[in-house]
């Protein structure tokens, strides 16, 4: 559980954390390599999310799933840009949150993860957390928390925490 104080106060920037799905760059599970392949070399990310057509959310997908489904034994077979689907390539093994509140599970998955994917109910895909939005509320609190709360430092010299 989070300290109370710390968790009220990263609530209080919550809304800031989300990137919202519109500006989200994705890609869909029928899209074939070559389409994902430009998209992620475009966009400079290292993982995007991929979507069904609806919009729910299915998996993530990168450059080296792609790559390494074009490694033969001896080339690169990059006839498979065109013959492959995202959906063979990506990862479905990705956890997500139900809302931007979830912060102490969300600070879970961002020790791992760059990002993380925030779905609803439905698993509609609603945008992602990314570390650098949540390092700013870090880095609020940090300044902030002394100043909104007292702070009382106790003496554990005689304690077996201190030991
Ligand atoms: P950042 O903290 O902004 O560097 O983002 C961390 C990661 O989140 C990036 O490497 C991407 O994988 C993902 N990401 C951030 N913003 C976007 C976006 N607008 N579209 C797709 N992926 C993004």
Do not use: W
Not at 53 to 62: I, R
Not at 73 to 91: A, G, H, K, P, W
Not at 108 to 119: A, E, K, R, Y
């Amino acid at each position: 559980m989070l300290i109370k104080p710390v968790e009220e106060m990263l609530l209080r920037n919550a809304d800031h954390y989300l990137i919202p799905a519109d500006i989200v760059a994705n890609v869909q599970t029928d899209n074939n390599l070559y389409h994902a392949f430009l998209v992620l070399t475009k966009i400079k990310y290292s993982r995007i999310p991929v979507l069904d057509h609806a919009g729910h959310f299915e998996g993530l997908v990168s450059l080296p799933l792609i790559t390494e489904k074009m490694l033969g034994f001896d080339q690169l077979n990059t006839d498979i840009l065109m013959q492959c689907r995202v959906s063979e390539v990506m990862d479905t093994d990705i956890k997500t949150v139900q809302s931007v509140g979830d912060v102490e599970e969300t600070l879970h998955l961002m020790v791992d993860n760059p990002f993380v994917p925030v779905v609803d109910s439905a698993n509609m895909f609603e945008g992602i957390i990314t570390r650098r939005e949540f390092m700013k509320s870090f880095n609020f609190l940090t300044h902030e928390i002394g100043r909104q709360y007292d702070m009382i430092e106790k003496d554990f010299s005689n304690s077996s925490i201190a030991k």
